[in-house]
Structure formats: C-alpha cells, structure tokens
C-alpha cells in the first residue's frame, strides 16, 4: 500500500473483506443484538491527555469534543462506513428515543455535547449510556469502535469524590467482555509499565491476545529515548499479541493553527519518512494512522470472524429460551368480534372446568385443599373428644351434689330430669363456637383457593381476575352466613336432648355402661346414661358440621361462582371483558420483538 494513497485507496483494498463483517455488527447493533449478547468491538481505554481523542479524530475525520479534565463523559460508539456516493453525513442517537441527522463535520462536537448533557447532566459527571455517532463518507474506513472516558485519579471542582472509581467501572464493564478487543492509547513520553490504561488492561486481558497498544506523541520524547520506543513497539518491554502501533495526530499547536485533519495525516507521514529511528516503522507497517486503521480493520473482522461460531450458538441458545417464555404466555384475545366472543367462552369455560375440579379434589392448586379440610376436620373432633372429661365431671360433679343444689320438692331417692337435661345442654352448646371457628378456617383456606385459580386463569386479563374474585368473596359470605345459620339450628336441635331409644341402648351396651339392672332406677346410673348419650352427639356433630361446610362453602359454592361467570356471556362488551393486563401485553411485546431481533441476527449469520 502507497502511503501516498488518500483514505479512499485505503478504503478500496480493505472494503471487499471488511465491510460485510462490520456491517454485520453494526446491523445486529441497530436491531438491539447487542442487548442479548455481547458483540465484538474495539474499546478506546486511555490515561487523561494520553492522546486518546487525536487518534480518534484521525480515524473518523471530524473533530471531536477536547478539553482539560474529563471529555468523554459517556461512552461513544463511532461506526464508520465508507462509502463513496456520499460526500459525509452523520446519525447520533442515544437514549432509546433521540436520533439526529446531519450533514456538516463541523456540528459534530456541538451534538456529542449536547448528547453527553442529556445523559450525564451538564457538568463533569459520568453516565454509562452509550451515544451512537454513525459517520458515512467517501474519506473514512471501515470500523466500528467505542471511546471510552479517560482514566482519572484525582477529582476536581464539581467531581464525585469517587469519579476515579466510577470511571475504572465503566471502562471495566466494556473491557471485561471476550469479544472486546481493548485498544490502549500511551503516550511516547511517559513510562509505558506505570499507565493506569495498561495496567487496566493487563487485568482483563492478562495473556494480551485481544489488546492492541497505541504509542502516541512520538515527537514530544527525549533525545535519546528513542531507543527505548523502538523496544516497546518491536513488543520487547511489555509482549502483547496484537502488538503496537505508533501515530503522531495533531497536536495543541497545530489545532490552535486550524490544521486539517487530512493535512496531519500528510505531516504524520512526513514525520516517519524522515526519523532517523522511526523511518523502519513505516516499512515494517507499525507506524502511522493509515497503518492503524488497516490493523484495526483486520484485527475487527479476524475477532468476528472468531466469534461467529459462539455467537451463533448463543443466539439459538436464547432463542430457544425466549420461544420457551413466550408459549408460556397466551397468544392474547383474536381480533374478530365472534371470534373474540368464542375466545371469552373458552376462558371462562376453562375456569369454571378448573373450579369445578378442585371442588371435587381431582385438582391441586398450592396445596392439596382437600387435605388441608381433613386436618381441621380432624382438629373439630379432637375438639369433641377432649370436651368428654369435662362434661363427665360436670355429670359426675352434679349427682353427686344434687342433694344439696339441685333437688326440689321430689323425695329422697328421686331426681329431676330437666337439672340433668340444662347440664346436657349448656355442655353441648359450649361446642358451637368451636364450630364456627373451623367454618371460619375452612371458609378462608377454600377462598384462598378459589382466589388463586382465578389469579391463574385469567392472569392475562385484570377484569376477569377482578369479577371473578368479588364474587368468590360475595358468595363465600353468603354461604359462609347459610352455613352459620345451619349450624345454629343445628345446636338448636340438639337443646331437645334426643335420640332414638334403640340406638341410645346400643350405645350403652358398646360402651359397657350399666349392663345389669336396667329397670332399677339409681341416680348412680346416670353418669354412665349420659356419657352414652354424649357419644351419640359427638357422632353427629362430627360429620354434620363438616359435612355442611363441604357443601355450602365448597361444592355450592363452586357451582354458584361457575353461574356467575357463565352470565359475563350475555354481556355486550366483550372488548372491556378481554382487555389485557398492560405489563402482560408489553411483556409478550417486548419476546416476540426478542424473538424477532435474534432471527434477524441469526440469518445475517448465516448468509456470511
């Protein structure tokens, strides 16, 4: 290649090879690839005023934003595409939202500040979000990089204290990546080994295959050291696979002079041609910008070409994830209101089959409700059977006292059946609170329930869930109050103190009271008599209270919900009925938009 050649030569001979695979990145950049996985790029990592921005500069052909302290506030991807039918022209964008066309190489510096204040507030804070500046020209090369903030130690006026330490982790956040090739600029004039940006690198790349040095300010060195760059450049200090480069940009002087651009390259290339120490450089391809646009310009594709095998795999990888989420969305309501109509049937259907399921166990929705009702069934009769001792004592404390509390006007030896009939019945009532308390119980587990399944079913639609949950609430209560009812009348009944005579003598004889003398009358008996007969209340009440809660509170209810919902047919506004939850929607969005960007990326793949 003639270094007499202008940038449009250069570009010629690179194009054919380069620029399918830097279109390829750009391309999977624009569709949002890169929020996937990472993509191979070039990061610009450099000490505060090691040259980072003139280098830039040179490779992109426009001026950009320079100064003292911190420059580069945000990250900056420069895309570079050559093209010859285009004299120049500029696209930044940043933010998600804000894109900006513009034709004059002058506005560039005026639209990066203004993108940095958007992002990073005006002043000399950071921000990690990236700025897109897209150039396209006849004069630049084929490359796509990102200028990151310069390394910094100490934080002056208007700085975080911590600005070292925020700058480190931004730049650490690109560099870190594989697919990252880390360009490092140095400056000629400084010890190599004691820059922050190396070591920096060193960290992340520690065997060098993906860190490429740029030696920067060549005629600002001492005499005699010259010996001493040409050591690092030939990779005999600090050995880094991808070797040096050195450039000579425009310096303060020759910008304060309003040197071109195009101009300095012409100078830079004077400047090699005539060193004494440096003219070999040219020969050996490791000095000059037109040089380093070429190693770069390959450096890019060879790590792309590397990294399409594994980007592929991981683009399948997560698209199969992503189809994986997305099935387990539904598709959403049809658009066509019969069709929108037979899609409602079909969700309430499928609710009310649910319900219907779980109300009679062949469903387990949490927890498996139908053993969950045992348990407290179970606690009901432990209820009972612990109340026995009690109401013996009672029993027992009464005979034995009746003489002296209870007796009225019958003679010695006799007794009032209505003192043992009160102490029966104030004993049993004592247990309707029990029961109440296990409806309570039951009624909050069998809603919770029935609330879940809603969650479940109509998760998608907020309406649906909302109805279906009010009135799981209003029908619980009602049948919460008809079983409250049924269980008053119940203890009511049992005030009458009755039961069939030949089953309260079965009762006697299984559990062994009173087994001879049947028609001897003896006050001594009666303990016997009614703890026969508390068997017999704790039997029916045993499975009558539980037996009206499954009813009522379950089974009734299920089938009273199921009504409900089926009478949202007959409403006219089926549009209101199915509209989506909004984050739902925005989510199925959001994985099919994924699903689409990585489809796109994936035949782009291919077709290379």
Same mark, same amino acid.
């Given at each position: 290649?003639?270094?007499?050649?202008?940038?449009?030569?250069?570009?010629?001979?690179?194009?054919?090879?380069?620029?399918?695979?830097?279109?390829?990145?750009?391309?999977?950049?624009?569709?949002?690839?890169?929020?996937?996985?990472?993509?191979?790029?070039?990061?610009?990592?450099?000490?505060?005023?090691?040259?980072?921005?003139?280098?830039?500069?040179?490779?992109?052909?426009?001026?950009?934003?320079?100064?003292?302290?911190?420059?580069?506030?945000?990250?900056?991807?420069?895309?570079?595409?050559?093209?010859?039918?285009?004299?120049?022209?500029?696209?930044?964008?940043?933010?998600?939202?804000?894109?900006?066309?513009?034709?004059?190489?002058?506005?560039?510096?005026?639209?990066?500040?203004?993108?940095?204040?958007?992002?990073?507030?005006?002043?000399?804070?950071?921000?990690?979000?990236?700025?897109?500046?897209?150039?396209?020209?006849?004069?630049?090369?084929?490359?796509?990089?990102?200028?990151?903030?310069?390394?910094?130690?100490?934080?002056?006026?208007?700085?975080?204290?911590?600005?070292?330490?925020?700058?480190?982790?931004?730049?650490?956040?690109?560099?870190?990546?594989?697919?990252?090739?880390?360009?490092?600029?140095?400056?000629?004039?400084?010890?190599?080994?004691?820059?922050?940006?190396?070591?920096?690198?060193?960290?992340?790349?520690?065997?060098?295959?993906?860190?490429?040095?740029?030696?920067?300010?060549?005629?600002?060195?001492?005499?005699?050291?010259?010996?001493?760059?040409?050591?690092?450049?030939?990779?005999?200090?600090?050995?880094?696979?991808?070797?040096?480069?050195?450039?000579?940009?425009?310096?303060?002087?020759?910008?304060?002079?309003?040197?071109?651009?195009?101009?300095?390259?012409?100078?830079?290339?004077?400047?090699?041609?005539?060193?004494?120490? #440096?003219?070999?450089?040219?020969? !050996?391809?490791?000095?000059?910008? %037109? /040089? +380093?646009? =070429?190693?770069? &310009? @390959?450096?890019?594709?060879?790590?792309?070409?590397?990294?399409?095998?594994?980007?592929?795999?991981?683009?399948?990888?997560?698209?199969?994830?992503?189809?994986?989420?997305?099935?387990?969305?539904?598709?959403?309501?049809?658009?066509?209101?019969?069709?929108?109509?037979?899609?409602?049937?079909?969700?309430?259907?499928?609710?009310?089959?649910?319900?219907?399921?779980?109300?009679?166990?062949?469903?387990?929705?949490?927890?498996?409700? #139908?053993?969950?009702?045992?348990? !407290?069934?179970?606690?009901?009769? %432990? /209820? +009972?059977? =612990?109340?026995? &001792? @009690?109401?013996?004592?009672?029993?027992?404390?009464?005979?034995?006292?009746?003489?002296?509390?209870?007796?009225?006007?019958?003679?010695?030896?006799?007794?009032?059946?209505?003192?043992?009939?009160?102490?029966?019945?104030?004993?049993?009532?004592?247990?309707?609170?029990?029961?109440?308390?296990?409806?309570?119980?039951?009624?909050?587990?069998?809603?919770?329930?029935?609330?879940?399944?809603?969650?479940?079913?109509?998760?998608?639609?907020?309406?649906?869930?909302?109805?279906?949950?009010?009135?799981?609430?209003?029908?619980?209560?009602?049948?919460?109050?008809?079983?409250?009812?049924?269980?008053?009348?119940?203890?009511?009944?049992?005030?009458?103190?009755?039961?069939?005579?030949?089953?309260?003598?079965?009762?006697?004889?299984?559990?062994?009271?009173?087994?001879?003398?049947?028609?001897?009358?003896?006050?001594?008996?009666?303990?016997?008599?009614?703890?026969?007969?508390?068997?017999?209340?704790?039997?029916?009440?045993?499975?009558?209270?539980?037996?009206?809660?499954?009813?009522?509170?379950?089974?009734?209810?299920?089938?009273?919900?199921?009504?409900?919902?089926?009478?949202?047919?007959?409403?006219?506004?089926?549009?209101?009925?199915?509209?989506?939850?909004?984050?739902?929607?925005?989510?199925?969005?959001?994985?099919?938009?994924?699903?689409?960007?990585?489809?796109?990326?994936?035949?782009?793949?291919?077709?290379?």
């Amino acid at each position: 290649m003639s270094y007499d050649d202008g940038p449009s030569m250069f570009q010629d001979q690179l194009a054919e090879k380069v620029r399918p695979f830097i279109d390829l990145i750009d391309y999977m950049r624009s569709i949002g690839i890169d929020k996937e996985l990472p993509l191979p790029t070039i990061a610009v990592v450099g000490d505060q005023s090691s040259g980072k921005s003139s280098v830039l500069e040179t490779l992109s052909g426009v001026a950009l934003p320079r100064g003292t302290g911190i420059v580069t506030r945000c990250p900056l991807l420069l895309q570079l595409c050559n093209d010859r039918t285009v004299k120049w022209e500029a696209v930044i964008s940043y933010g998600g939202k804000f894109r900006n066309e513009f034709d004059d190489p002058s506005e560039v510096v005026r639209h990066v500040e203004q993108a940095q204040n958007s992002l990073a507030g005006k002043g000399v804070g950071i921000c990690e979000d990236l700025i897109t500046l897209k150039i396209t020209s006849s004069t630049v090369c084929d490359l796509s990089l990102i200028d990151l903030p310069g390394i910094t130690r100490v934080a002056v006026k208007g700085q975080p204290d911590d600005i070292g330490a925020q700058i480190n982790h931004l730049i650490r956040k690109f560099i870190k990546e594989k697919r990252t090739i880390i360009l490092v600029v140095v400056p000629c004039n400084v010890d190599i080994a004691t820059t922050e940006a190396l070591k920096m690198a060193q960290e992340m790349d520690p065997e060098g295959t993906r860190t490429l040095a740029i030696l920067t300010k060549p005629d600002l060195i001492d005499p005699g050291a010259e010996k001493n760059v040409l050591e690092i450049v030939h990779n005999k200090v600090i050995f880094l696979n991808m070797g040096y480069v050195i450039v000579k940009c425009r310096g303060q002087k020759q910008i304060d002079e309003n040197v071109s651009i195009t101009r300095a390259i012409e100078e830079e290339l004077e400047f090699f041609q005539n060193h004494e120490h #440096f003219r070999s450089l040219l020969r !050996e391809e490791k000095a000059s910008t %037109k /040089c +380093l646009a =070429n190693k770069l &310009s @390959n450096a890019l594709v060879n790590h792309i070409k590397k990294s399409l095998p594994q980007m592929s795999e991981k683009i399948k990888e997560q698209m199969g994830e992503v189809k994986h989420l997305l099935s387990k969305l539904e598709g959403g309501p049809p658009l066509e209101p019969a069709e929108k109509r037979k899609y409602l049937i079909q969700v309430i259907t499928d609710f009310n089959e649910q319900i219907t399921q779980l109300s009679k166990g062949d469903i387990i929705v949490e927890e498996n409700l #139908f053993v969950l009702m045992r348990k !407290e069934f179970a606690e009901w009769m %432990k /209820c +009972l059977q =612990n109340d026995k &001792s @009690n109401y013996h004592k009672v029993v027992q404390q009464v005979v034995d006292e009746y003489d002296q509390k209870h007796r009225g006007s019958e003679l010695p030896g006799f007794s009032n059946y209505r003192v043992f009939q009160h102490v029966v019945q104030k004993l049993v009532a004592e247990l309707k609170n029990p029961a109440m308390t296990t409806l309570q119980t039951i009624r909050d587990m069998v809603q919770k329930q029935f609330d879940h399944l809603s969650k479940e079913c109509f998760k998608n639609y907020p309406y649906l869930h909302q109805v279906s949950k009010r009135n799981i609430e209003t029908i619980q209560e009602q049948q919460s109050n008809i079983v409250k009812e049924r269980i008053v009348e119940q203890f009511e009944m049992e005030m009458q103190v009755y039961t069939q005579d030949e089953i309260f003598n079965k009762i006697i004889l299984e559990e062994g009271e009173i087994a001879e003398d049947k028609d001897k009358d003896t006050r001594s008996k009666y303990p016997g008599l009614l703890k026969a007969y508390y068997e017999i209340v704790v039997q029916r009440l045993a499975d009558q209270v539980p037996m009206l809660i499954r009813y009522f509170i379950l089974k009734q209810s299920a089938k009273i919900v199921c009504s409900e919902m089926l009478d949202l047919l007959h409403r006219d506004d089926t549009d209101n009925i199915l509209q989506e939850d909004s984050e739902i929607e925005q989510y199925r969005a959001k994985l099919q938009a994924q699903v689409d960007r990585l489809i796109l990326a994936n035949d782009k793949i291919s077709s290379l």
